[in-house]
């Protein structure tokens, strides 16, 4: 009864802040840096994760509460169909333990400017694959939302046979990329028709979904196997270009794109060496972690609670670009555009400025401009994504949506 409450309200209130779907969103602005990612030190972190559901028991949520408040906080773990609204599911069906686990024993930065309380707890075991939302809320509140936070967990019952290439017509072939893909599916999974069908191809760990329309699908009964005839561009993805990156692991040296370093007794200011816009340029290559980041303080190996929190001024030099509204965009931000990360243009020094608050470690980024711009960043065939691909299948019977299939392609 209470399941189908808390339901029910859930249902209710994040419908009326983003139409029914739960996104990764963060309710308090004393909460920094939220991590669902492996236990490691200084790994490769982006928005996301996909977990394998044989393999689960490695991952852990992390974050900072600034506001050194000490809350009660607890963890709840919702189930959420392809589409990210929350199913219908009780939690006996998709938890294999208790819900609503409480996140004990934070630890207190040590030798940083901004004190913090770390939290971290492992990540729950699901029983089933799918969609699914870590929301972590204070006081025994469940209206008290802190944060939430998406994460897929797969299983291996479709294989997915998918390749990334140059796209195929003249026109695009300097600027886009393409994707070939067919299926195949086992004997216990009865697929006569594309009904209960969902397949997602993000790019660089992002939430949009770039088969914006997938064609008719041929469906071979004798062979298992699904295929898509792409015959009007459907595949065809902008390549966009390589991520800019700054180096903030050190308050003491310049590392890598750093112009300079402020300190005061109250906070350290890094600037990033001035940017300019890419897109009449040629390609370049360079190495980058395809927008994600890395927590590391050069200076100590405890990553967790030894690295300060530093504010960032980002810097493009350019002229304005009347009626646009740029953005600094990575995966620390969920590549998301919001006043948090919306620059403000100075006239005098001919520059776009932004302070974003960024705990110590190195992090890849881009401008984005609403409305787009492609001399910002440009769109190159050459450029290296990193590409995933997600199939869901609602089973007959079945009340919920499956991840079935899995891949990730690193291109070229």
């Known amino acids: ?79 959420c169909q392809a589409d990210w609204q929350a199913s219908s599911l009780s939690e006996i069906e998709y938890l294999q333990d208790f819900n609503d686990v ?37 006081q025994r509140n469940k209206r008290d939302t802190v944060f939430t936070k998406r994460f897929s967990v797969y299983e291996n019952a479709i294989t997915i046979a998918a390749k990334i290439s140059f796209a195929r017509p003249n026109h695009l072939r300097n600027t886009h990329q393409a994707i070939d893909l ?81 300190q005061s007794d109250a906070y350290t200011e890094i600037s990033t060496m001035p940017e300019v816009p890419q897109g009449n340029y040629s390609y370049i290559q360079r190495p980058d972690f395809d927008g994600s980041f890395v927590i590391d303080n050069y200076e100590n190996g405890n990553s967790s609670v030894a690295s300060d929190y530093i504010w960032c001024l980002f810097q493009l030099k350019t002229e304005e670009i009347p009626d646009s509204k740029i953005y600094v965009v990575g995966g620390f931000n969920q590549f998301e555009k919001g006043p948090l990360n919306l620059m403000e243009y100075d006239a005098t020094k001919q520059m776009y400025t932004k302070r974003i608050l960024l705990k110590q470690g190195i992090y890849n980024y881009l401008f984005a401009s609403s409305p787009y711009h492609e001399k910002l960043e440009g769109n190159y065939s050459q450029t290296e994504n990193t590409y995933e691909v997600l199939v869901y299948f609602k089973k007959p019977g079945d009340r919920h949506d499956s991840l079935l299939g899995y891949q990730k392609l690193i291109y070229p």
């Open 102 to 138: 409480p996140i004990r024993s934070p630890r207190n930065s040590f030798g940083t400017k901004i004190p913090y309380l770390h939290y971290q707890i492992p990540l729950p075991k699901v029983r089933i694959s799918g969609n699914y939302i870590a929301m972590v809320y204070a």
């Open 182 to 262: 067919s299926l195949l599916y086992p004997n216990d999974i009865m697929l006569n028709s594309e009904e209960g069908l969902r397949i997602i191809l993000r790019k660089n760990y992002q939430n949009e979904n770039y088969l914006h329309k997938i064609p008719r699908a041929q469906i071979n009964g004798q062979e298992r196997r699904i295929s898509f005839p792409f015959y009007e561009n459907e595949n065809v993805i902008p390549g966009g270009n390589e991520f800019r990156l700054i180096n903030l692991s050190s308050t003491q040296q310049k590392m890598t794109f750093v112009e300079s370093i402020r």
């Open 1 to 79: 009864m209470l399941n189908r409450i808390f339901f029910s309200w859930l249902c209710l209130l994040l419908s009326s802040i983003t139409y029914g779907q739960i996104s990764s969103k963060k309710f308090k602005s004393d909460i920094q840096t939220i991590l669902l990612s492996k236990p490691e030190e200084k790994s490769i972190l982006n928005d996301n994760p996909v977990i394998d559901l044989s393999s689960q028991g490695n991952y852990q949520l992390s974050f900072d509460d600034l506001g050194l408040k000490n809350l009660n906080y607890q963890l709840r773990i919702i189930h």
